[in-house]
């Protein structure tokens, strides 16, 4: 098989809560007939994203279409899990003709471009392109440093002083694998912020990439799709904090599956996640809920303290209406307090 003939591949990469499988969906309701299907894997027990994905009604995308591969990093289990998954997408009868990947949060995409090297698939697959997508507000109010200034002070007074943040981390690691990065919610900061966020992401950079702004995630797919990058062939040029065959370590985070109270209207349940949402290393919460007299599910999840609602479905008739949310934080994080939030203490 040339490389012709290759099945293209796009890695959506980013932080918690940036706006990626609001970017997938987009990209599936703009697919305009051409065959896509998509690889989603979470870090966690609850699988959100893929079960947002799978119910989201879009003409032409099936439940076979979205494969899910929960509780795990993608890029740790490369030979286990990711593999194996991207051999049954092209092994059906009609394989697609374009496969989406988005990767958890807290997973580097570079271990995952390398995967595209492996015998089992490198004859068949390349890497079109990866994006990452940010999360404009959260980087304007200083999320992935703590205090940037000072840490560049200090560093500047003693080369050996190391400020090691492992936010800080993930996210340059994912914006330096990066063909195209997509600035997100930038509707939610003005020029003077979304200014000064594009000049820290391009002071990690050492090649241009192009900074998109985007809102909702929505924007022209021909600009994500059909980069013809082949990035598994220019792993040079795409830096990392974590050596070639180094594994990255999750334990900086913590990932939990909490219940939802019943009965709650969305507002209220909203609150109570909002409240939850400003537990001590507290990242991301995202979940489903069952509303009283209404036939849709609820989604709540927050990034921050930045909570959002809507209804995405309707429930099944033999589906459980159990409300669920999956919290990620640092390690440690205070559980005890993001439960007596959602209880109404």
């Known amino acids: ?101 988005e990767t958890s949060g807290l997973a580097l995409p570079k271990p995952l471009v390398q995967a595209f090297n492996w015998p089992a698939i490198r004859a068949r697959v390349t890497v079109d392109g990866v994006i990452a997508v940010v999360d404009g507000p959260a980087v304007a109010g200083g999320q992935f440093a703590d205090d940037p200034e000072a840490m560049a002070a200090q560093a500047a007074q003693d080369a050996s002083v190391e400020h090691d943040n492992p936010l800080e981390e993930v996210f340059e690691d994912q914006i330096l694998c990066a063909d195209l990065i997509l600035l997100n919610k930038s509707d939610l900061i003005d020029e003077a912020a979304k200014a000064r966020v594009k000049a820290e992401i391009a002071a990690h950079l050492p090649k241009a990439i192009k900074i998109v702004e985007t809102s909702h995630g929505k924007v022209e797919p021909a600009l994500i799709v059909g980069l013809g990058a082949a990035a598994e062939a220019d792993l040079a040029a795409r830096p990392s904090h974590h050596g070639e065959g180094e594994d990255h370590d999750h334990d900086d985070f913590d990932s939990v599956a909490l219940a939802l109270p019943a009965g709650l209207s969305p507002e209220a349940l909203s609150a109570r996640v909002a409240k939850a949402a400003e537990a001590d290393g507290v990242l991301r919460l995202k979940g489903f809920a069952a509303v009283p007299g209404k036939p849709m599910r609820l989604v709540v999840q927050g990034v921050g303290r930045r909570v959002s609602h809507h209804f995405d479905r309707a429930w099944g008739e033999s589906e459980a209406r159990d409300g669920r949310l999956t919290v990620i934080g640092l390690k440690g994080f205070d559980v005890k307090a993001v439960e007596a939030a959602l209880a109404g203490a």
């Open 1 to 101: 098989m040339t490389s012709l003939t290759k099945i293209p591949c796009t890695i959506i990469t980013g932080f918690l809560g940036a706006g990626k499988t609001t970017l997938v969906r987009h990209l599936l309701e703009n697919a305009e007939g051409k065959r896509l299907a998509v690889l989603v894997n979470e870090f966690g027990d609850l699988g959100f994203d893929g079960e947002f994905l799978k119910g989201c009604g879009i003409s032409g995308c099936t439940e076979e279409d979205v494969v899910e591969l929960p509780n795990g990093c993608i890029c740790c289990t490369v030979a286990d899990d990711f593999v194996p998954a991207l051999e049954k997408l092209l092994n059906r009868a009609d394989p697609p003709q374009h496969i989406l990947i």
